[in-house]
Structures are given as C-alpha cells and as structure tokens.
C-alpha cells in the first residue's frame, strides 16, 4: 500500500520508468496540489473512493497517464475526455502534456465546478468543460467529429460507449477506453457498434499498474469512417438499447 508521503514520489518514479513520462517537479507540485483539492471537496461531494494520496497518484494519476502508451503525439491535438467526473483520465493528462487541449465533459454539473476550479488553482490553460450529455454533444456541430481523441474510463460497457465517443472522434481520429478484466468480452460484444459507428478496433493493451493484481486495458479504436447521421441516438438509449 502507498502511504500518504510516497504518493508523489512514487508518481514520479512509476511515470518514467514505466510509461517513459519525465514528470517536472511543476507537474509533481501541481499533482499534489490536486490531491489537495480533490480530498477538501471531496468532504463536500463524491468525487472519489479512493482518499489515500499514495492510492490516488497510483488509481487516478497513473492509470490515467497509461493513455501516453497509445496516443499519437499530444502536442496540439485535442482530446475529449466523456464521462469525466473528476477530472479523469483527462485533467491527468492535460497536467502532464501542456501541449494538449483538454475538454472534459461530463452531464453532472457539480463535478465540472469541481474541475473548473482545480484547473484555474493549477493555472492550467489547457483544460475546458463541457456540462453535457454525450449523446447530445455527438449531435452538435461543435463537438460532432471534431476531436483527435476521445477517452474515457468507467463510464458505459463498450457497445454504449462506443456510441457516446465515436460520433466525437475527427475521422482518422481515436477513442481510447480504459477497461478493467472485461475488456476482452465487452470488445466482443461491440463489434456491431463499433463497425455501425464509422470506427475499427486497432489494438488491445494490457498494462500493469503497481501493486495491483489485475491487469488494465486499453481498447484503442480507430475511427476510419464518418458516423451515420443516425448516430448517436437520443440521450439514454445507446445505455437502454445498446447496438448488439
Ligand atoms: N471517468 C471518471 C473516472 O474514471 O474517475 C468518472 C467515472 S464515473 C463512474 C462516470 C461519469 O460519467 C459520471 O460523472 C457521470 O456523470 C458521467 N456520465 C455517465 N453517462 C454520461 C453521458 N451519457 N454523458 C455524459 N456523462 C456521462
């Protein structure tokens, strides 16, 4: 178990010799002033489980910076991160790449306020929200195909979720979803949406994130295709009806 005074040491080390990430000591400091912000409001409203420093630079910074192993460059490319919550993977990632342009988007409000004022008490320039469902944002022309990459993490099973990222994602763009052990089924399992949607499965990565027993995916989907006008569906269906 990390204790509360190994959480950024550990970053630090687990960033570069595992991902190849050489994290500045601005970064470290404005990891750790997130720690401080997410355990002060998180008394206030549930943001997150996890209320260990060493476990929070491990679960949420970390896991969220595996993303580095399949993104094609961060330097001025734009990433869309559905589902966001408190801030994860992608105030994470715009922490450790300033060249990227973050828009997190989530449909609860409260979780927004939470990032709006972590970013602007990290004097993060990269990093905008978007209080929405991404059901609905995938039907507007602002956000409709308009991103190199679309993340997410626990937000929806694959077929869903490929429905909620795909009409986001710029054609020759990706959506990139970190899974846990179901990653093998649920990729099965959304084989239809994903081909339905204009995307193409590219690749499956297995990544180990320190002291834990299970290992953690990423489903990197390629979007080759423009997504039908029918697509996405009005908000709670793709959860009710998944494309099977
Ligand atoms: N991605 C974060 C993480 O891994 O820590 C948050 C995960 S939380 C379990 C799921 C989040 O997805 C919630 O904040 C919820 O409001 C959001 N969400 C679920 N369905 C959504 C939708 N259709 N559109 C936008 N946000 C959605």
Do not use: C
Not at 132 to 147: L, N
Request: proline share 5%; net charge neutral; no cysteine.
């Amino acid at each position: 178990m990390e204790t509360e005074e190994s959480g950024g040491a550990a970053l630090e080390v687990h960033a570069r010799e595992r991902l190849g990430i050489a994290l500045t000591q601005r970064q470290l400091q404005q990891f750790s002033r997130l720690t401080d912000i997410l355990l002060e409001w998180n008394q206030r409203m549930n943001l997150t489980g996890i209320t260990d420093p060493g476990q929070i630079a491990v679960k949420h910074y970390l896991d969220a910076l595996t993303i580095s192993t399949v993104l094609p460059g961060a330097d001025g490319i734009s990433l869309l991160d559905v589902g966001t919550g408190a801030g994860f993977p992608g105030l994470a990632l715009a922490i450790a790449y300033p060249g990227l342009q973050a828009t997190l988007l989530d449909s609860t409000r409260k979780k927004l306020r939470f990032i709006e004022h972590a970013a602007g008490a990290l004097a993060l320039d990269n990093v905008r929200t978007v209080h929405a469902r991404a059901e609905d944002a995938g039907r507007e022309q602002a956000h409709r195909e308009a991103y190199d990459v679309v993340t997410a993490r626990a937000v929806a099973r694959l077929p869903t979720l490929m429905e909620y990222t795909l009409p986001l994602a710029k054609l020759g763009g990706q959506v990139i979803a970190m899974k846990g052990r179901s990653a093998f089924d649920e990729s099965n399992q959304a084989a239809r949406a994903i081909d339905a949607l204009g995307g193409e499965l590219f690749t499956l990565e297995e990544l180990w994130l320190p002291g834990h027993q299970h290992p953690r995916f990423l489903i990197v989907v390629d979007k080759v295709q423009a997504t039908p006008r029918r697509y996405p569906r009005a908000a709670g269906l793709p959860a009710r009806q998944p494309l099977l």
